[in-house]
C-alpha cells in the first residue's frame, strides 16, 4: 500500500496563482561555481572557474557563489585568486558556503581576508530524513546548530574589518515541517538582528523537489508571510530539478513573495540540476519584463559553458538548443514566412507575433537562416521558398514554388537527410535549367 504523506498547503493560500507575470527581475544569484561545480564529473580547475567567472560578470550576475572555499583546494584557492588578483568588480558581491561548523565557519572567514565585501552563507540541514536518519539529533539540536553558526558570523564579522552580510539556509527545506523551518528562520535571524541597512537572506532551498510547484510557492508563502523582520530579510529560493519542475518552482515562488533566485546556467547542478536561469530570465523577456541578464549571445555563452564545464547543452533546451527555432514542417515553415514577412513590415511596433516562435531568435543571436527553416522531406514549398529568396535572392512564382516543393521533398527523402541552401539551390538549378 502506498502511504507517503506530505505537506498539504491551505488551498486559501493562493492569492499569487492569479498573477499571470513576474512584474520584475529578482535578484539574481549564480551558483555555478559551487552547486554546478560539485556535481560535475570532474570538477573545473582554477583557470575554469575564472573563466566561468569572467563569463558571468558579462553576462550581468550581480551575486555570484563562488565556492565552498573550506571543501577543497582549488575551491579555497580560486577566492584567494579572486581577491589578491583584484578580479571582483565593485558591483559584484561574490558569496561563499560553509556549514554551520566552528572549524568550517573559521577557514571560510580566513578564505575570505582582504575581500572587499561578501555574502557568507551557512547552513545546516533541517529536514525530518535528515534530523531522523543522518545526524540522529533532537528538534532542539539541530536549532542549536543553526544558532550557533549565525552566532559565530556574527562574532567573527565584529571582530574582522570585513563587509559581510549573511545568508542562512535550512537545508533541505522542502522535507522540514513548516512550522519548523520558520522557528530555526526566525532564530537566526534574532541573532542577526537585520536592519535595512544590514539586510539577510533566508534561502529556502527546495534541496529535493518533492511536490508539486504550487506546493513549494505556497511554503514559500508560507515563510514570506510569517519570518519575522521580513522588511529586512531577502527572501531567496534555491530550486533543484528532481522532478523536473524548477522552472515554476521559481516562477511560483517568486509570485508567492520571493525576492532572489539562487540557479545555474543551463540547469547545471547537483542531480538534475539546480534551476536553469537561462530558461528564467528568458521566460521573462518573452513576456516583455527585462531580466537584467544579457543573453544576446546565447551561441557564444553556451560554447562558453560547453568548454568550461564538460556538459553538453541539449538540442531542445530551451532558448539554448540546437532545435528549438527550427521548423521543418511545411505547415510550420509557411506559417513562419508569413508571419516573418508581417514582422519586417512592422518592427517598429515591437510587437513579436511570429507563429511557432515563442520571441525573435536575433535577440539571443540566433540566425533565421541557420537556426528557424530547416529544410528535410516534411518541409513544404512555403520553407523551400524561403530558403531561396533569403539565400539567392529568387522570388519563384507560385507554380515554380511548389514544384521545387515536390523535387526537394523528394530528393531530401531519397537521401534521408537534410538538405542545405546550397544543395537546395543545385535542384533547383537542375529543375528548371533552361528555363
Ligand atoms: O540544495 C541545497 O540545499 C543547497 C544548500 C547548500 C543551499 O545547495
Ligand atoms: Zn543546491
Redesign the pocket.
Known amino acids: 500500500k502506498y502511504t507517503r504523506q506530505y505537506f498539504m498547503p491551505p488551498v486559501d493560500c493562493m492569492d499569487w496563482a492569479k498573477k499571470d507575470h513576474i512584474e520584475k527581475a529578482p535578484i539574481w544569484c549564480s551558483v555555478d561555481l559551487r552547486?554546478g561545480n560539485q556535481a560535475l564529473i570532474v570538477p573545473m580547475s582554477l583557470e575554469q572557474k575564472l573563466e566561468f567567472f569572467k563569463l558571468l560578470v558579462r553576462i550581468g550576475f550581480k551575486e555570484i557563489e563562488v565556492g565552498f572555499p573550506a571543501a577543497s583546494e582549488t575551491e579555497y584557492l580560486f577566492l584567494r585568486t579572486l581577491i589578491e588578483k583584484n578580479m571582483i568588480p565593485d558591483d559584484v558581491t561574490i558569496q561563499v558556503?560553509t556549514q554551520a561548523r566552528e572549524h568550517i565557519i573559521r577557514k571560510t572567514f580566513e578564505a575570505l581576508q582582504g575581500v572587499k565585501k561578501a555574502v557568507v552563507h551557512v547552513?545546516n540541514s533541517t529536514s525530518v530524513a535528515q534530523r531522523e536518519q543522518v545526524f540522529k539529533k533532537s528538534k532542539e539540536e539541530i536549532l542549536k546548530i543553526a544558532v550557533d553558526g549565525a552566532e559565530l558570523l556574527k562574532k567573527l564579522t565584529e571582530e574582522s574589518d570585513g563587509n559581510y552580510s549573511f545568508e542562512y539556509?535550512p537545508?533541505?527545506f522542502t522535507g522540514t515541517e513548516m512550522e519548523y523551518a520558520l522557528e530555526v528562520c526566525n532564530a537566526v535571524l534574532d541573532v542577526w538582528q537585520p536592519t535595512p541597512d544590514h539586510k539577510v537572506i533566508i534561502?529556502l532551498?527546495s534541496?529535493v523537489e518533492h511536490s508539486m510547484p504550487h506546493v513549494y510557492a505556497s511554503q514559500v508563502e508560507y515563510m514570506s508571510k510569517n519570518l519575522k523582520y521580513r522588511d529586512n530579510v531577502i527572501v531567496s529560493l534555491?530550486p533543484?530539478n528532481d522532478r523536473g519542475c524548477g522552472i515554476s518552482d521559481a516562477e511560483m515562488g517568486i509570485l508567492a513573495g520571493a525576492d532572489r533566485i539562487e540557479g545555474t546556467l543551463f540547469g547545471n547542478g547537483?542531480r538534475t540540476g539546480n534551476v536553469d536561469i537561462v530558461t528564467l530570465a528568458m521566460n521573462m523577456y518573452s513576456q516583455g519584463i527585462d531580466p537584467e541578464l544579457d543573453f544576446s549571445d546565447m551561441p557564444k555563452i553556451s560554447a562558453e559553458y560547453e568548454e568550461y564545464t564538460g556538459m553538453h547543452i541539449d538540442m531542445r533546451s530551451p532558448y539554448s538548443g540546437a532545435l528549438v527555432f527550427a521548423a521543418f514542417s511545411g505547415s510550420h515553415q509557411d506559417a513562419i514566412a508569413k508571419g516573418m514577412k508581417i514582422w519586417d513590415e512592422h518592427q517598429h511596433t515591437g510587437k513579436w507575433t511570429v507563429p511557432y516562435l515563442p520571441l525573435d531568435p536575433k535577440d539571443i543571436g540566433r540566425e533565421y537562416e541557420a537556426d528557424v527553416i530547416r529544410i528535410n522531406s516534411q518541409s513544404g514549398k512555403g520553407g523551400i521558398g524561403y530558403i531561396l529568396e533569403q539565400n539567392f535572392g529568387l522570388n519563384l512564382p507560385a507554380k515554380m514554388r511548389e514544384a521545387m516543393g515536390y523535387a526537394t521533398k523528394d530528393v531530401s527523402d531519397h537521401m534521408h537527410k537534410e538538405l542545405k541552401p546550397s544543395e537546395i539551390f543545385e535542384i533547383f538549378k537542375k529543375k528548371f535549367e533552361g528555363v
Open positions: 552547486d558556503l547552513y539556509s537545508e533541505s534561502n532551498p534541496t534555491h533543484h547537483e
